[in-house]
């Protein structure tokens, strides 16, 4: 945009100077024309004549009228300076008119001769006397004729294209390379904090960004770095929180489950239990999704069609999960144990809402795609988002045997996105639901 603008602001700068030294050019001739002129009614000599040299050629002839000229525009500003001085010197000059035209509409008798040496031959200047443009003084006298005068306008020192791309050229050299090197300057820094954001974020552990830049810049990322410790503190205190709720919840837990053994009632000790496994189940979920945006597991490069395939053995002893195969061999570098969970959960859903499901596995450019196509109900629309949210569940009912504790497809997502990725959910056309899995194929 910055060089579009300096374009646009030469482009109109070279249009005004344009102008001006036509206009220039155009009294130069009329100052010719005017002297010319004179010499010829001090004389009397109205014959054609042609005066050479340095100076642009002017031709004189008189007519009982004024000339039929198409074209031409008149400068009636200038035309008025010049009547006032040749009536002041020539009172018997009852009208003067001045205009700006093309050379090929003058009669052959007034058309300029090039510049050029009186030895050039005659085709040659009458051949080239069609050219270009030329200014026509008219003067009107007091016998009723026309004094006709024409001289040619020099256009050899308006400024040439050329000239305007190097001048523009050296505009873009002296501009737009130290506005480049600041941008960079100002830009290095913002890129670097967005790339924090991105891909490291907050609570990642990564030592500080240091200021670098202008002064607000520099004021930005030291704010910035004092926002990340604040919040890195309270997700560490979240975590120790979490923690040792978690620790002191099992401990009863754990003691419930062996006062359990001692109920008489089979059947009632066999509810107790369920109750107990429940209860340390969901806190585990819940201390699972806490604990994503930290997860202490390295990243590995991983074959994501042997992990999906992986996944799939362990919940499936009858055949209700099928596979397609891939023609390709997906990698990426993720955390298998993170993944295994979001995989273990898209495909429980699947069994459990859909009764059977297929799975498949598709490179894509930069992503890795894993979809997993069930044969149940589907999700009404308005619920496609919602059953992100945590606790949230298609089966309306508050038992964990038939709907899950609702962390399940949040959990998923969390992961997903703690890979770069997320997880869209939408209705076949066939009947079913569609779970696709997106992931950064990052292999390296």
């Not at 074959?303 to 061999?329: C, P, Q, T, Y």
């Not at 997993?372 to 569940?393: S, Y």
């Amino acid at each position: 945009m910055t060089a579009f603008g300096l374009l646009l602001v030469q482009g109109i700068n070279t249009a005004m100077r344009y102008q001006m030294l036509k206009g220039r050019a155009v009294v130069e001739a009329s100052s010719l024309m005017v002297a010319v002129a004179s010499n010829r009614l001090d004389f009397g000599s109205v014959e054609p004549v042609n005066r050479l040299g340095g100076r642009p050629s002017v031709r004189t002839i008189r007519a009982q009228g004024p000339l039929n000229t198409p074209g031409f525009h008149s400068t009636e500003e200038l035309a008025e300076r010049l009547a006032m001085h040749l009536q002041s010197v020539y009172p018997e000059i009852q009208s003067v008119r001045l205009s700006v035209g093309p050379a090929s509409a003058l009669p052959d008798d007034l058309k300029p001769r090039p510049h050029t040496y009186r030895s050039a031959p005659e085709q040659k200047w009458r051949a080239n006397s069609s050219r270009g443009e030329v200014a026509l003084l008219s003067v009107k006298l007091a016998d009723g004729n026309w004094l006709h005068s024409a001289a040619r306008v020099r256009t050899r020192n308006i400024l040439p294209p050329l000239a305007l791309l190097i001048e523009t050229g050296l505009i873009y050299l002296g501009v737009m390379i130290p506005l480049l090197l600041v941008i960079r300057q100002i830009s290095k820094p913002l890129r670097q904090l967005n790339l924090r954001l991105e891909h490291a974020g907050l609570a990642s552990g990564a030592p500080p960004l240091e200021p670098q830049g202008p002064d607000d810049i520099r004021s930005l990322i030291d704010s910035f770095n004092t926002a990340e410790q604040r919040v890195n503190a309270m997700l560490t205190e979240k975590d120790v929180m979490l923690g040792a709720i978690g620790h002191d919840l099992k401990t009863p837990l754990a003691s419930l489950r062996v006062r359990i053994e001692s109920v008489d009632d089979e059947d009632e000790r066999s509810k107790m239990a369920a109750t107990v496994e429940e209860m340390v189940q969901i806190l585990d979920d819940i201390l699972i999704l806490a604990r994503l945006g930290k997860s202490s597991e390295t990243p590995v490069l991983t074959d994501i069609n042997a992990l999906v395939e992986m996944v799939a053995g362990e919940l499936d002893n009858d055949d209700r999960l099928s596979g397609k195969d891939s023609a390709e061999k997906c990698r990426a570098t993720v955390r298998p144990v993170l993944l295994r969970r979001a995989l273990r959960n898209l495909m429980g859903n699947a069994l459990q809402y859909g009764g059977k499901a297929q799975i498949s596995t598709i490179c894509n450019g930069d992503h890795v795609l894993v979809t997993i196509e069930d044969e149940g109900p589907g999700l009404a629309p308005d619920q496609m988002v919602q059953m992100f949210e945590p606790f949230a569940r298609a089966e309306t009912s508050r038992n964990r045997a038939s709907g899950g504790s609702g962390l399940g497809l949040t959990i998923a997502r969390a992961i997903a996105r703690v890979h770069g990725g997320d997880i869209v959910l939408e209705n076949r056309v066939e009947g079913g639901l569609r779970a696709t899995l997106c992931l950064s194929q990052k292999t390296g």
